[in-house]
């Protein structure tokens, strides 16, 4: 092959790549103005759910069934009670927001007065330090509840071992059922070191 030859080669695949780049979108997807305006209709609960995620995250335990839904027809309030749910998960990841989202969810959703949170605090820092990694492994007992069997969380959610928030609301759950208030459980908790 010829000098000449070459550089015509190599020219003309300099060129196709110009016009290829030019005539295909960027790797960043379709380019668009530098401003421009979205409006969506919004309802009423969808509003309320994104000013408290907590307040509708006891929806996601049975209001979203994608099973019988069909593709294409979720709603903007489901993808926004998605949305919030992820956001009291993972604010739910740290001690402090643990407790935060353990209030919500006792005072809002069972009803309880604060003096019942206090004691719900005391009990569970005794127990996890409100971190939902917490395992016992002399017991078996997990998260931030320490229950044993730590399966049995799986009645609220089968995402038990990485959900602070599933622990959370097996734990109130048990909490009511067993003991009826959580300074019931504080005190059993105080005299046998257990609950």
């Known amino acids: 092959m010829t000098i000449k030859r070459k550089s015509v080669a190599i020219w003309s695949i300099v060129a196709s790549m110009l016009f290829l780049s030019s005539a295909l979108p960027s790797a960043y997807g379709l380019e668009f103005p530098m401003t421009s305006t979205v409006e969506i209709q919004g309802d009423a609960t969808a509003l309320a759910s994104a000013a408290n995620p907590i307040d509708s995250a006891a929806a996601l335990y049975g209001s ?8 294409g027809a ?4 489901d993808l926004a009670l998605v949305s919030s ?3 009291s998960v993972e604010m739910a990841r740290t001690p402090e927001g643990a407790k935060e989202v ?3 969810i006792l005072t ?3 009803g309880f007065s604060e003096s019942q949170f206090e004691c719900l605090d005391s009990l569970w820092t005794k127990e996890s330090h409100w971190n939902y990694k917490a395992h016992n492994y002399r017991s ?3 998260g931030i509840a320490q229950a044993l069997p730590a399966e049995k969380m799986s009645v609220v959610g089968t995402d038990w071992r990485t959900n602070p928030v599933t622990q959370i609301r097996w734990g109130i759950r048990y ?3 067993r003991y009826d208030t959580p300074c019931k459980a504080w ?3 105080k005299s046998r070191n257990y609950y």
Do not use: N
Request: glycine share 4%; net charge negative; hydrophobic share 50%.
């Open 108 to 110: 809002q959703e069972y």
């Open 85 to 87: 749910i992820s956001a």
């Open 64 to 71: 979203i069934s994608l099973a019988s839904t069909s593709v």
């Open 102 to 104: 353990a209030e919500i």
């Open 187 to 189: 005190s059993f908790f």
């Open 140 to 142: 078996g007992a997990h």
């Open 175 to 177: 909490i009511t059922m």
């Open 74 to 77: 979720v709603f903007s309030s």
